[in-house]
């Protein structure tokens, strides 16, 4: 059966509303008929991936640029990280072609009424939707934050398909928008003992690995730090299939389920045997990366904490990767002129996946599993580790 649209919608699709919206709704359509979607539903806001030209490319830029001639956001917008730092692209080492590309891609968002965001952790910058609100995100590790964290409700969108949704102010309904689909389907026990940052993404990686295609639910687990949060939803997304989880006594919604009877265990040897896995062979670190989801504020308070009176290596980069509003309150906070001062960069708008490291490094260390992810597909060795580890590697230029 066909997905049902209203007489305003058919109008829609029929191109009352100018090329974007059409070009859009044929979007929604072709999608909500894939996937058996009975209607179109209301989003309260949309996070758009494929905002780097690395990734787009002209033909990218073109898509882009035509929708943008006549195209206007519904619902409140936001960006995922562009390929570069939109004002201190230079001192990163961007080329200026790449930037006049990167800047028309932004032009073309900018036009449509999107916020220029660029980060990958909306909730900290305003888009923050409420318990139980259908959304439209992209963002792998923000969608997870979102369904899981915040108990709002998105698919994991491609960047056409958010952005349509943007248009429209509304998407398909199947998927996770759907209650029937959240249900819990595996038990994740966590005998595990957690001790640092990058233990969230160890956990990550082993869940995600485990839990398959299931949507896990996490028992064992006595407290959580918003940031080991973003950690965790960052890897298991990236390791594992499913953007949704539930953790007992931590998660919304995780007291309405009790735990599947499929069980499966995370002991010490799977944090250990995850780190195995994601780390290389290497010692001379030439890229120290922190912030991946994008640094909280208190990430950047601890990290300015670390390298204070210290002196990062001259054959290593160390970059703090966060958003603009997080940086400008850590330049309020004194937090900056500490980092700069070290030998550090900020690096907003941008991560370390989409901007064009490719050939530039040769190694990098991270708290990050999901940053170790990207940088292999960078052709770079991944060393990941907890953030006074790689403060470490970042005044010594070693990994010790
Ligand atoms: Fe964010 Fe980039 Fe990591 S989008 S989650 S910093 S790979």
Same mark, same amino acid.
């Given at each position: 059966?066909?997905?049902?649209? %209203?007489?305003?919608?058919?109008?829609? &699709?029929? $191109?009352?509303?100018?090329?974007?919206?059409?070009?859009?709704?044929?979007?929604?359509?072709?999608?909500?008929?894939?996937? $058996?979607?009975?209607? &179109?539903?209301?989003?309260? @806001?949309?996070?758009?991936?494929?905002?780097?030209?690395?990734?787009?490319?002209?033909?990218? &830029?073109? #898509?882009?640029?035509?929708? /943008?001639?006549? $195209?206007?956001?519904?619902?409140?917008?936001?960006?995922?990280?562009?390929?570069?730092?939109?004002?201190?692209?230079?001192?990163?080492?961007?080329?200026?072609?790449?930037?006049?590309?990167?800047? &028309?891609?932004?032009?073309?968002?900018?036009?449509?009424?999107?916020?220029?965001?660029?980060?990958?952790?909306?909730? #900290?910058? $305003?888009?923050?939707?409420?318990?139980?609100?259908?959304?439209?995100?992209?963002?792998?590790?923000?969608?997870?934050? /979102?369904?899981?964290?915040?108990?709002?409700?998105?698919?994991?969108?491609?960047?056409?398909?958010?952005?349509?949704?943007? #248009?429209?102010?509304? %998407?398909?309904?199947?998927?996770?928008?759907?209650?029937?689909?959240?249900?819990?389907?595996i038990?994740v026990q966590v005998d595990a003992s957690l001790k640092k940052l990058s233990d969230w993404g160890a956990l990550g990686y082993s869940i995600g690995k485990k839990a398959e295609?299931?949507?896990p639910?996490i028992?064992g687990i006595?407290?959580?730090?918003?940031?080991?949060?973003?950690s965790f939803?960052a890897s298991v997304?990236t390791y594992g299939?499913?953007?949704?989880?539930?953790?007992?006594?931590?998660?919304?919604?995780?007291?309405?389920?009790?735990?599947?009877?499929?069980t499966v265990t995370i002991e010490d040897k799977d944090i250990k045997d995850a780190y195995d896995n994601i780390n290389d062979e290497v %010692?001379?670190?030439?890229?120290?990366?922190?912030?991946?989801?994008?640094?909280?504020?208190?990430?950047?308070?601890?990290?300015?904490?670390?390298?204070?009176?210290?002196?990062?290596?001259?054959?290593?980069?160390?970059?703090?990767?966060?958003?603009?509003?997080?940086?400008?309150? @850590?330049?309020?906070?004194?937090?900056?002129? %500490?980092?700069?001062?070290?030998?550090?960069?900020?690096?907003?708008?941008?991560?370390?996946?989409?901007?064009?490291?490719?050939?530039?490094?040769?190694?990098?260390?991270t708290t990050s599993a999901k940053g170790c992810y990207? @940088?292999r597909?960078?052709?770079?060795l991944t060393k990941m580790g907890s953030?006074?580890e790689?403060?470490?590697?970042?005044?010594?230029?070693?990994w010790?």
């Open positions: 059966m066909l997905m049902y649209l %209203t007489e305003k919608e058919q109008r829609m &699709l029929d $191109g009352e509303e100018g090329y974007a919206v059409r070009k859009s709704m044929e979007i929604l359509v072709a999608l909500g008929n894939i996937y $058996g979607a009975e209607q &179109l539903i209301k989003v309260g @806001s949309v996070q758009v991936a494929g905002v780097s030209y690395h990734n787009l490319g002209d033909a990218g &830029l073109e #898509f882009l640029n035509e929708l /943008a001639k006549d $195209g206007k956001v519904k619902v409140l917008t936001t960006l995922n990280p562009a390929g570069m730092d939109l004002e201190n692209w230079q001192n990163l080492g961007i080329t200026a072609e790449f930037a006049e590309k990167q800047n &028309l891609v932004i032009d073309a968002f900018k036009k449509m009424g999107i916020i220029i965001s660029c980060t990958c952790t909306p909730y #900290f910058i $305003g888009n923050l939707p409420r318990y139980g609100e259908h959304i439209a995100w992209s963002e792998s590790s923000a969608v997870t934050f /979102a369904n899981s964290v915040i108990g709002a409700k998105t698919n994991r969108e491609g960047g056409p398909s958010a952005l349509a949704a943007a #248009f429209v102010g509304k %998407t398909p309904c199947y998927g996770l928008h759907l209650d029937e689909n959240r249900v819990p389907n038990h295609n299931k949507i639910y028992t006595k407290d959580a730090e918003l940031d080991e949060l973003k939803c997304v299939a499913q953007p949704l989880f539930y953790m007992k006594d931590i998660t919304p919604g995780s007291e309405n389920y009790s735990p599947p009877k499929e %010692t001379d670190i030439d890229l120290v990366c922190i912030g991946c989801p994008h640094c909280s504020i208190k990430e950047i308070a601890e990290i300015a904490e670390l390298l204070k009176n210290r002196r990062v290596s001259p054959n290593t980069e160390f970059w703090v990767a966060t958003s603009r509003l997080m940086k400008q309150i @850590s330049d309020k906070r004194g937090y900056t002129e %500490t980092i700069e001062r070290a030998g550090g960069k900020f690096a907003c708008d941008t991560c370390m996946a989409v901007a064009p490291l490719k050939g530039r490094f040769r190694s990098v260390a990207y @940088s597909q960078n052709k770079m953030l006074e790689c403060i470490e590697a970042a005044v010594s230029g070693k010790s």
